[in-house]
């Protein structure tokens, strides 16, 4: 349970955990790459931590030297070993879609699952294809959801075009086409996050950008290992940056925050609904450009957030609908249905969480309509065991008067270990 006040005059200068995304193909792309791989600034949170176990029982050595601090003895691809038990990928919807892509091209049987919130998560849009690229996958509903059962080997390159502009079924496919015969291309209707496509590149991978929505890589091509340094994740950043932003007398810098444009989304809609903030690259790093962000409380107006900008903040709506009720006017949110089939459904648990504080807000059949600007009252929320939902609340709970109260809090150690502690500090 975390509880908070209203509060004013946030301040101060902070780093956020490293990036999900990034911490779990550290881990990933090290494991199949041939050498020692070092990665700092890892993302110590559960789901992190689920890909590290997956791939131990695939016969890895994972060495945790300190908190954020790994070394991976890569195996290289032909070095991965048959597990002996299921691989049980907890609440991590990155490490199974992603994880699928490598197991469809060994040569061994594997049964992955997860927790009942994955099981409920479709896996057919990464199944599908990687059954025509020659991978054996079975499952409930014919492979659309956990359990599933995996035999891979003899793949073949193939053309995927996208239904959804997705970073996961990107990767998986990407993953896969590297141990089968010929090119595998994936087209997308909108360009999702490209972190695997940078990350590949800085382990050696060839990676043809055929077009803005279009990527390729040839099969055969084998991973060197290299050091890894993990930014920021500004998906983390977005909770503390709408904070500032809506508490009275907050300025905040957030330090070593990665600034790669297909994540940026959230700093564009918030400098269009007024915000002030201040960018300052500050470099790259594995491919990954980094930077300060200092932010300052700004009176906000309302926008509308849909289309090609969705994929560009899609894990960060819940927190922008927060800024939307202190937002003059109304904010619609649309095109995200995606939100639907997260850690829960977004669109619903956002929307019956903020009502319960006051807020004015409706649901659509994709995304929300909330009118601004809203007075805010303290009371019981729920993060319905979803880390960002939970966070959006306690976002939330620093503009309502009195004491909001958030239930299953624990659910937020999953991207933002010590966020409570963090607040508290500021």
């Known amino acids: 349970m975390l509880q908070i006040e209203e509060r004013r005059d946030l301040r101060g200068e902070v780093r956020v955990p490293g990036d999900k995304s990034i911490s779990h193909r550290a881990v990933m792309f090290g494991a199949i790459a041939e050498g020692r791989s070092r990665v700092e600034g890892f993302l110590p949170g559960k789901d992190c931590l689920s890909t590290i176990e997956c791939f131990r029982r695939m016969g890895v050595n994972i060495h945790r030297k300190g908190p954020t601090s790994l070394i991976v003895e890569g195996r290289g691809w032909e070095g991965l070993q048959e597990p002996k038990t299921v691989l049980d990928v907890g609440n991590s919807g990155t490490t199974i879609r992603l994880m699928l892509g490598v197991l469809a091209g060994r040569p061994f049987h594997a049964t992955v699952l997860g927790d009942e919130s994955i099981g409920r998560r479709p896996m057919n849009r990464v199944v599908e294809p990687l059954r025509l690229m020659g991978a054996q996958v079975d499952g409930r509903s014919q492979g659309s959801f956990t359990p599933l059962s995996v035999r891979g080997g003899n793949l073949t390159g193939m053309i995927h075009r996208s239904r959804v502009a997705s970073a996961q079924v990107k990767s998986s496919l990407l993953l896969a086409g590297l141990q089968g015969k010929g090119v595998t291309r994936v087209e997308e209707p909108a360009l999702s996050r490209d972190h695997t496509e940078r990350m590949l590149g800085a382990f050696g991978v060839k990676v043809d950008r055929d077009s803005p929505r279009s990527v390729s890589v040839a099969g055969g091509q084998v991973l060197q290992a290299r050091d890894v340094r993990v930014p920021g994740d500004i998906s983390s950043a977005a909770f503390l940056l709408v904070a500032a932003l809506l508490v009275p007398g907050s300025r905040l810098t957030i330090r070593g925050v990665g600034l790669n444009p297909t994540r940026t989304g959230i700093l564009d809609v918030l400098r269009r609904m007024g915000g002030e903030l201040e960018i300052h690259p500050t470099g790259e790093w594995n491919g990954e450009p980094v930077g300060d962000i200092t932010v300052s409380h700004s009176s906000l107006t309302a926008v509308e957030i849909g289309g090609e900008l969705i994929p560009r903040l899609i894990d960060e709506i819940p927190v922008l609908a927060v800024a939307a009720t202190q937002a003059a006017g109304h904010t619609v949110i649309r095109d995200a249905a995606e939100l639907k089939v997260k850690e829960t459904n977004r669109i619903a648990a956002t929307a019956q969480e903020l009502r319960k504080l006051g807020a ?64 508290e500090e500021l």
């Open 360 to 423: 004015r807000v409706e649901e659509t059949e994709d995304g929300l309509v909330i009118e601004g600007k809203t007075p805010l009252t303290g009371g019981p929320c729920d993060s319905h065991g979803d880390h960002r939902i939970g966070m959006a609340m306690a976002v939330a709970g620093l503009l309502a008067t009195g004491r909001t109260t958030v239930t299953q809090a624990e659910a937020i150690g999953i991207s933002f270990p010590g966020f409570s502690t963090l607040l």
